[in-house]
Structure formats: structure tokens, C-alpha cells
Nanobody, 113 residues
Framework: QVQLVESGGGLVQAGGSLRLSCTASGIIFSVNAMAWHRQAPGKQRELVAA???????NYAGSVKGRFTISRDNAKNTVYLQMNSLKPEDTAAYYC???????WGKGTLVTVSS
């Protein structure tokens, strides 16, 4: 049974930082590309960042230079380090296995101005 469990969300002031974690089980983590998506209230879900099995990454333009995605295959965990947070980063953040329908339940990030 595949499970993705996100953690690390919370309330932070603009300019602050948070680190999200997503731990996977039920898969061979190291061979899978992983991604973070987010969905703000009233908006469509969007891709934030992705990391391939080899470690290459890509980012949405709105977060490039502020967010960093990384992975620890020994811990079956993917991270999203978010710096210089803005109120427009407020959203529910979801971890996914790219190319599949497996999604976590999400963790809420709220950035106050």
C-alpha cells in the first residue's frame, strides 16, 4: 500500500522559512521522481517543484531561487525548503509520485503579511 505523509506546514510571517517533508512507504522510493504541488484557495493546483531519481530538479518560475527540493533516499523522504516566503505562497502543499495518481493528504502553509 502506497502512502505519502507530508509534514512541516504552519503559519509564518512573510520573509520567513519553512521546510516541508514527505515520507513515502510502499514504493521503491529511489527510482521514483517526486514532486510538490500546491493549491491555493479558489485556484487550480500547480506544480511547485520536482526531483528525478538522479537528482535533477525543476521549479515553477514563481518559486525559483526561493524554494529548494531535495531527497534522502535512505529515509524515503523528499523535502521542500521554502525561503523568503510571500503571502501568495499560502496554499495546501501536496507530495506526489510523478506519473502516478498517488498523492499525500497535504500540509497547509499560511504566510502572513
Amino acid at each position: 500500500q502506497v502512502q505519502l505523509v507530508e509534514s512541516g506546514g504552519g503559519l509564518v510571517q512573510a520573509g520567513g522559512s519553512l521546510r516541508l517533508s514527505c515520507t513515502a512507504s510502499g514504493i521503491i522510493f529511489s527510482v521514483n521522481a517526486m514532486a510538490w504541488h500546491r493549491q491555493a484557495p479558489g485556484k487550480q493546483r500547480e506544480l511547485v517543484a520536482a526531483i528525478r531519481s538522479g537528482g535533477s530538479t525543476n521549479y515553477a518560475g514563481s518559486v525559483k531561487g526561493r524554494f529548494t527540493i531535495s531527497r534522502d533516499n535512505a529515509k524515503n523522504t523528499v523535502y521542500l525548503q521554502m525561503n523568503s516566503l510571500k503571502p501568495e505562497d499560502t496554499a495546501a502543499y501536496y507530495c506526489t509520485i510523478t506519473g502516478t495518481d498517488f498523492w499525500g493528504k497535504g500540509t497547509l502553509v499560511t504566510v502572513s503579511s
